[in-house]
């Protein structure tokens, strides 16, 4: 009994360290209204006092061509940002979750966000970038190369739920299934030796989003 106390207890420890890794961010707008900044699930709704993982959402930072000033004001479930324009919105953030232990090694994360497909470069390190302005067809880049066979997760307007993968050239269409927001997430791990949190970690997971309404 006590020897299986003892390992319930060091499972424990070790599933604390680990972070909510099916949680990413993701933006909507409307319009040119203000941008709606999440962290939770993007498949479920989200609960109205906000996901358990949200107040891990502190200071995301607006990717932006100017230098004008983003108010942004802590709603219940979400961040609001009031951002300038009717452009495609993007954010960043590497402080989400700190580092945790992977096997022997620490690894940690930084996520992306973008709302809206009406521009065609990147700006984020991991970015769906569409072929033409509000086109079906986009290329997953990371710092400006495409990544191919990578695993997309498309999530429609209703809440269904499917996988796509990228091509030779990093190259994915978004099939039409219904008027609506669609949310489609996207991962890639990068090796190496770098600095998050003010902690060394050896990888560094980036997850990135892009939402469009059809």
Request: aromatic fraction near 8%; charge should be neutral; proline fraction near 7%.
């Amino acid at each position: 009994m006590m020897k299986t106390m003892k390992i319930l207890t060091a499972l424990a420890a070790t599933m604390a360290t680990i972070p909510a890794v099916a949680h990413e961010i993701w933006v909507e707008r409307d319009a040119s209204g203000p941008a709606r900044i999440y962290l939770g699930e993007p498949a479920e709704a989200v609960p109205e006092a906000g996901d358990p993982e949200f107040h891990h959402l502190q200071k995301p930072q607006a990717i932006q061509s100017d230098d004008k000033p983003i108010a942004f004001v802590r709603r219940a479930n979400h961040i609001e940002a009031t951002v300038p324009g009717s452009g495609d919105v993007r954010v960043r953030d590497d402080s989400v979750f700190a580092p945790w232990k992977s096997g022997e090694k620490m690894q940690g994360a930084i996520f992306y966000a973008r709302a809206g497909r009406s521009e065609t470069a990147a700006k984020l390190d991991l970015e769906l970038v569409p072929a033409a302005a509000n086109a079906d067809r986009f290329t997953l880049l990371f710092r400006g190369k495409p990544v191919p066979a990578a695993k997309l997760t498309v999530i429609t307007p209703d809440r269904w739920q499917k996988a796509f993968f990228t091509d030779a050239n990093g190259g994915v269409e978004i099939p039409k299934l219904g008027a609506g927001r669609y949310i489609v997430g996207a991962s890639h791990t990068e090796e190496g030796p770098a600095k998050l949190g003010g902690q060394d970690v050896a990888s560094v997971v980036h997850i990135s989003t892009l939402t469009f309404v059809r």
